[in-house]
C-alpha cells in the first residue's frame, strides 16, 4: 500500500533483493515508512548501478540495511538526498547496517544528518574507506553503541576531502579523539552539519531545514520487521565479543534474510 498527498509519496517497507531492476520499486518514494532492505545481489556489477538514482527518498522512518549486494560501490547517486533515518524500528538496536557489502567503497550518504534513534553497524566491507572522515556525533544523539570493524585499514585508503586537491579547507572542522580534521562522505562531498528541528505530534511529523518542510499527515502504513530480544546478543561485552559478536551477526543476517 502506498500513500500520496500529490507531492509527497510514502511507501511501506521494501525488501529488495536478487536483482537490481528490482530496485525500480523505489521510484516514486518520497518517505519510506518502515524499512529498507536491499540485500542478495550476487551477480551484479558496478555498471548495473550506473544511472539509477532515487533523489525524491528524504526519509526511511526505521532502518536502512545494506547486505551483500554485489557491485555497489557507494550510495552517493542511488540516494543523494535521504536525509533522516528514524529508527522507529530498529533491527538490533541498528538503524544503518552495512554488512559484507563486497565492493562498497564510501558510503556516500552525504544528505544525511539524522539518525534519530538506533545505532550504526558497519562491519566487513573490505574496500570501505571514508570512515574515518565522518563524525557520526553529528548524526547520532550517541555513539557509544555504534559497531564499525573489519573494514579497509585507513592508512590504507588516502581518504581526501573536497578542497584538498587545491589546497583549501571547504568542509567543516571537528574534532574526534584528540584529532582535529575535515569532515566529509567523499571526495566530492562534506559532510552536512547544521542545526536541525523535529517536530512530531500524534498524526503528523515534519521536519524543517530552511525551506525545507514535508509533512505526513493521518493514517499511514506501518509494517516491517520487528525483533524484540531480552537482551542484544550483537554486542558482547565479554572477552573475546568481537568474534562471538561476528557470529551472532552472521546468524541474525542468515535468520532474518532467510538464507539456507
Request: proline share 3%; glycine share 8%.
Amino acid at each position: 500500500m502506498e500513500l500520496s498527498d500529490g507531492v509527497h509519496w510514502v511507501c511501506p517497507s521494501k525488501d529488495i533483493r536478487n536483482n537490481v531492476t528490482n530496485l525500480r520499486t523505489l521510484e516514486n518514494c518520497t518517505v519510506i515508512e518502515g524499512h529498507l532492505k536491499i540485500l542478495l545481489m550476487f551477480r551484479t556489477k558496478s555498471e548495473d548501478f550506473r544511472g539509477i538514482s532515487f533523489p525524491k527518498l528524504t526519509v526511511v522512518t526505521d532502518y536502512l540495511l545494506l547486505f551483500r549486494v554485489y557491485g555497489m560501490e557507494t550510495l552517493s547517486d542511488l540516494f543523494p538526498n535521504l536525509t533522516v533515518i528514524r529508527g522507529n524500528n530498529l533491527f538490533f538496536n541498528y538503524a544503518l547496517v552495512m554488512f559484507e557489502m563486497l565492493q562498497l567503497r564510501e558510503i556516500g550518504l552525504h544528505s544525511l544528518m539524522n539518525i534519530t534513534r538506533g545505532a550504526v553497524r558497519i562491519e566487513k566491507n573490505p574496500d570501505l574507506c571514508y570512515l574515518s572522515t565522518l563524525d557520526w556525533s553529528k548524526i547520532l544523539d550517541t555513539v557509544e553503541d555504534n559497531y564499525i570493524m573489519a573494514n579497509k585499514n585507513d592508512r590504507e585508503c588516502g581518504d581526501v576531502c573536497p578542497g584538498v586537491a587545491i589546497g583549501k579547507t571547504t568542509c567543516q572542522t571537528t574534532t574526534i579523539n584528540g584529532h582535529f580534521s575535515e569532515r566529509c562522505w567523499t571526495q566530492s562531498h562534506c559532510q552536512r552539519i547544521e542545526r536541525w528541528q523535529y517536530m512530531r505530534g500524534e498524526r503528523g511529523m515534519g521536519i524543517e531545514n530552511g525551506g525545507l518542510a514535508w509533512f505526513m499527515v493521518g493514517s499511514i502504513l506501518h509494517s516491517g520487521l520487528k525483533l524484540i530480544f531480552g537482551i542484544n546478543p550483537l554486542r558482547d561485552q565479554t572477552p573475546g565479543g568481537a568474534a562471538s559478536a561476528s557470529l551472532a551477526a552472521a546468524a541474525a543476517f542468515a535468520s532474518v534474510c532467510k538464507i539456507p
